[in-house]
């Protein structure tokens, strides 16, 4: 990961990222939206999707394929979003929002939708200061 803006500090905080290769490092999202939510982060700066490489292309397939899997084991999501907003953060990224009809108990911590089956809120998060870590322990 090569030193540029914040993003990695915000999104990563104090804990690895749970999928890391040559091209992109995924994170749990500090503020998860439904259970999993995660953010994925071209490793280079960059501002525009054009900019990658078709290695970097090739590295986003793969880490796509890894994160579904890894979420689809861990919590049998429905349906899964990911969403390029790049309005806060021009360092090229995706928020992987894995999506539930209903709430899901998970960890001790209930997990709602709210938003469910139109397209997630991201104002809504599940406030337990807990639910990061249980996240990320089930996505290692």
Not at 67 to 88: P, T
Request: charged content about 20%; aromatic content about 10%.
């Amino acid at each position: 990961m090569e030193p540029c803006c914040d993003i990695f500090a915000k999104f990563g905080g104090d804990l690895a990222p749970f999928y890391d290769n040559n091209g992109w490092l995924v994170f749990v999202r500090p503020k998860q939206v439904t259970l999993g939510a995660s953010v994925l982060i071209s490793r280079r700066h960059i501002e525009s999707l054009a900019d990658l490489t078709s290695e970097e292309l090739l590295a986003l397939g793969d880490a796509v394929k890894q994160i579904e899997a890894r979420l689809s084991k861990a919590f049998h999501f429905q349906k899964i979003n990911y969403l390029m907003l790049m309005m806060q953060d021009s360092h090229v990224h995706f928020h992987v929002i894995p999506r539930y009809s209903s709430t899901i108990e998970f960890g001790g911590i209930s997990w709602p939708d709210s938003a469910w089956p139109k397209a997630p809120d991201m104002s809504k998060v599940v406030d337990e200061p807990n639910a990061v870590h249980v996240v990320h322990e089930a996505l290692r």
